[in-house]
């Protein structure tokens, strides 16, 4: 199994524009995350979703931020528009459930979004 | 409101000895815990949990603690190894499918020779 897929690995946009990173989850998982990494926050949770259906989105920061799943292979999650203070290291997350308990998460290499 | 912190953002240890990464919690509702480690331009991975029915777990070099009287966890590492050298994340959830899994700010773990 190639793990959880990322891309792309780094992005370096203008504040304003349009910035959609994407994500594939392990084969098989029922359970997807998108975590932001910075250095005063550590790993934040920004939205998580289960079989496909959006389950708590309140660490998305403000309305510029949308996530989607539209299938169980495939995530979306959209800044428009970008600010600068958005650049950070987005992960996103997959895991599967067995027997109704969440196992543990295997994340991705991660987006590295620089804002300019 | 961090619901998970780890006061300490980084920790320097001199190999083979022991290493001792702490976490504490705030929200009484967690029952499992869960420890992360990351390399550069890595993602995170998995490396120990445990669940509040317990309040130690092992596996080979890494033991995890749990305090709940004291809402406090911690990571054990002995013998230090240089490989060891990485961010260590503590994360807290509910035990059920459906809760979210909230991380810690992470400790820089740095292994001397």
């Known amino acids: 199994d190639a793990g959880v897929i990322q891309s792309p690995r780094h992005e370096v946009t203008e504040m304003g524009q349009e910035v959609t990173l994407r994500c594939k989850p392990i084969s098989g998982h029922d359970y997807l995350f998108w975590y932001r990494q910075t250095m005063m926050r550590g790993l934040e949770l920004l939205i998580y979703?289960?079989?496909?259906?959006?389950?708590?989105d309140s660490g998305m920061p403000e309305d510029r931020f949308s996530a989607k799943m539209p299938n169980a292979s495939f995530s979306t999650l959209k800044i428009q528009p970008s600010e600068p203070r958005d650049s950070a290291v987005y992960f996103c997350?997959?895991?599967?459930?067995?027997?109704?308990?969440?196992?543990?998460?295997?994340f991705g290499s991660g987006t590295q979004l620089s804002v300019l | 409101d961090q619901q998970v912190k780890q006061n300490s953002p980084s920790l320097s240890v001199q190999e083979g000895r022991i290493s001792i990464l702490n976490c504490d919690y705030t929200n009484s509702m967690f029952d499992y815990f869960l420890w992360y480690k990351k390399y550069p331009a890595e993602g995170p991975t998995f490396l120990i949990s445990i669940s509040s029915i317990k309040d130690k777990n092992e596996d080979g070099r890494f033991t995890v603690f749990l305090n709940k009287s004291a809402k406090h966890l911690s990571l054990h590492i002995v013998p230090s190894q240089p490989g060891d050298s990485a961010v260590y994340f503590c994360?807290?959830?509910?035990?059920?499918?459906?809760?979210?899994?909230?991380f810690g700010s992470g400790t820089r773990l740095s292994i001397r020779p």
């Open positions: 979703f289960n079989n496909n259906v959006p389950i708590d």
């Open positions: 997350a997959s895991s599967p459930s067995v027997g109704g308990v969440r196992e543990k998460l295997f």
């Open positions: 994360a807290a959830s509910r035990y059920s499918s459906a809760s979210k899994i909230i």
